[in-house]
């Protein structure tokens, strides 16, 4: 970014602020650390935040000096002479909107999956910590949640409680919505007597159940050349 294109968007950003405790203000980032970033919000000293702050909503992958930032204002030239502002709680009451619009709604959000707990896993949205129960990881039985640890999924909001700090989300609310989709896909596309490509997924006494991507269907025993499990009579 060019010196004065920098300069006037400082300006710019920088013009609107209220200095009052708590607010949600706009920060303009002047310098970037492997661990650290940097920031003006128009007073004598720049904060410095830490870069791991900007990690729950996908931003530290894209971050530039120039860009704008909403940081929560926390302490105005304190005891030490510095300005502390908090990128982490400026996204934690903005992402209280999100859920309540996507419990209210069904839309979509994005959090990052933190690691394992008892009964499910936990999940950071924009600085709120959720809950992601087991029985709605995935909307097939997993053997293991490892694969999704350290990683950013879509999620719908199934119960929200600010009161009490509680989220509970489900994955496979949104993985139910695609499968539909693609169903819905297959139906129009497949006709009575079409050929189509399937994978077997598993064998009864009176036919095979084939995953055809998306639906299952059952080609009985009397249509199959395969050996089906038998019964023993002991």
């Given at each position: 970014?060019?010196?004065?294109?920098?300069?006037?968007?400082?300006?710019?950003?920088?013009?609107t602020?209220?200095?009052?405790?708590?607010?949600?203000?706009?920060?303009?980032?002047?310098?970037?650390?492997?661990?650290?970033?940097?920031?003006?919000?128009?007073?004598k000293?720049?904060?410095?935040?830490?870069?791991?702050?900007?990690?729950?909503?996908?931003?530290?992958?894209?971050?530039?000096?120039?860009?704008?930032?909403?940081?929560?204002?926390?302490?105005?030239?304190?005891?030490?002479?510095?300005?502390?502002?908090?990128?982490?709680?400026?996204?934690?009451?903005?992402?209280?909107?999100k859920?309540?619009?996507?419990?209210?709604?069904?839309?979509?959000?994005?959090?990052?999956?933190?690691?394992?707990?008892?009964?499910?896993?936990?999940?950071?949205?924009?600085?709120?910590?959720?809950?992601?129960?087991?029985?709605?990881?995935?909307?097939r039985?997993?053997?293991?949640?490892?694969?999704?640890?350290?990683?950013?999924?879509?999620?719908?909001?199934?119960?929200?409680?600010?009161?009490?700090?509680?989220?509970?989300?489900?994955?496979?609310?949104?993985?139910?919505?695609?499968?539909?989709?693609?169903?819905?896909?297959?139906?129009?596309?497949?006709?009575?007597?079409?050929?189509?490509?399937?994978?077997?997924?598993?064998?009864?006494?009176?036919?095979?159940?084939?995953?055809?991507?998306?639906?299952?269907?059952?080609?009985?025993?009397?249509?199959?050349?395969?050996?089906l499990?038998?019964?023993?009579?002991?």
């Amino acid at each position: 970014m060019e010196q004065a294109n920098f300069a006037k968007l400082l300006d710019e950003s920088l013009s609107t602020l209220d200095f009052q405790i708590g607010t949600i203000i706009t920060a303009v980032i002047v310098d970037l650390k492997s661990d650290w970033v940097t920031v003006q919000v128009g007073l004598k000293s720049e904060p410095v935040l830490a870069r791991s702050e900007f990690l729950a909503d996908e931003s530290d992958k894209e971050l530039e000096i120039g860009d704008e930032v909403k940081v929560t204002l926390e302490a105005i030239e304190d005891g030490h002479g510095s300005t502390r502002v908090s990128r982490l709680r400026a996204m934690h009451d903005e992402s209280w909107s999100k859920l309540e619009e996507s419990l209210s709604t069904g839309t979509i959000i994005k959090g990052y999956i933190t690691g394992k707990v008892r009964g499910g896993m936990t999940v950071e949205v924009g600085g709120v910590r959720a809950f992601l129960p087991g029985s709605l990881v995935d909307s097939r039985p997993l053997e293991s949640f490892d694969h999704l640890e350290k990683s950013f999924q879509d999620f719908k909001v199934i119960k929200l409680d600010k009161d009490k700090s509680n989220v509970v989300l489900s994955r496979k609310a949104v993985q139910e919505d695609i499968n539909s989709e693609e169903r819905e896909k297959i139906f129009a596309t497949i006709q009575e007597g079409s050929q189509i490509s399937g994978v077997i997924k598993n064998l009864t006494d009176y036919g095979a159940f084939v995953d055809l991507g998306g639906i299952d269907g059952l080609l009985p025993v009397s249509y199959t050349h395969l050996t089906l499990p038998t019964k023993r009579i002991v």
